[in-house]
């Protein structure tokens, strides 16, 4: 099972920016479009999800953390799930998600724009 983060872990790890991190939208095109955090890339949980995951994390021990919208959100549970069968080694939720981090008063990207 992936392990959850919480904001602040995230926020944290975020700061170091290894280069062995990647941050995952889970969420449909659109709702990335509309606002993401700093350095996500989106790639929805849909039928191209592992084809799109293998393109852009191709060291199964890198590490990957997956969100979409906030604890009521079942993508990023299924997606970390997914991963670990596909023997990604270290995954984690953010289950917070986009709300988590906006209400706390991160900000976060709207297409090429910063929002706060």
């Known amino acids: 099972m992936a392990e959850i983060i919480t904001r602040s872990e995230l926020k944290h790890l975020l700061e170091?920016?290894?280069e062995d991190l990647h941050l995952i939208e889970v969420l449909p095109p659109k709702?990335?479009?509309?606002?993401h955090l700093p350095g996500a890339v989106n790639i929805p949980l849909d039928a191209?999800?592992?084809?799109?995951?293998?393109?852009?994390?191709?060291e199964k021990e890198d590490?990957?953390?997956?969100?979409?919208?906030?604890?009521?959100?079942?993508?990023?549970?299924?997606?970390a799930q997914k991963l670990?069968?596909?023997g990604y080694e270290n995954v984690?939720?953010?289950e917070g998600g986009k709300v988590d981090w906006k209400k706390s008063g991160l900000s976060t990207v709207a297409g090429h724009q910063v929002e706060s």
């Open 16 to 18: 170091q920016q290894p």
């Open 31 to 35: 709702l990335y479009e509309k606002s």
């Open 48 to 58: 191209m999800f592992e084809e799109r995951i293998q393109e852009q994390v191709p």
């Open 63 to 79: 590490r990957i953390v997956v969100y979409c919208a906030n604890n009521d959100c079942t993508k990023s549970p299924q997606a």
């Open 84 to 86: 670990e069968q596909m």
């Open 92 to 94: 984690f939720d953010y």
